[in-house]
């Protein structure tokens, strides 16, 4: 079977912590053929397009390269830890994981 397995050509991350209420944008991207599926997990539930706080795109930027980005509109207590997006195709699946911290208005993490 011909193709290219997804492989992360740059990593999500969040720089720093964040605030309540804040809006962040974490994008990657994914080389592969043929494009793959895509999951955005925080904490433990998948994000869905429908959801309204978040907003998910893709860009193709070059042969079977492609920017994947979640922007979380408002951020929340809910959004503080692990997350990942993870992208799958016929031949393989990877994942990326990363995580999200967020401080309250005293400027203290929130602990898992």
């Not at 740059?10 to 592969?32: M, N, W, Y």
């Amino acid at each position: 079977m011909s193709g290219i397995e997804p492989k992360f050509i740059s990593r999500p991350k969040v720089a720093g912590s964040l605030k309540i209420g804040d809006s962040v944008t974490v994008q990657c991207e994914i080389r592969a053929d043929p494009p793959p599926d895509i999951a955005w997990k925080i904490g433990n539930s998948e994000i869905k397009k429908s959801d309204s706080n978040y907003k998910i795109e893709s860009l193709e930027k070059d042969d079977f390269v492609t920017e994947y980005s979640i922007t979380i509109k408002s951020i929340a207590k809910k959004d503080n830890g692990k997350a990942q997006i993870a992208a799958k195709n016929i031949l393989a699946e990877v994942t990326c994981p990363f995580s999200i911290i967020v401080e309250d208005n005293a400027g203290n993490n929130f602990e898992n």
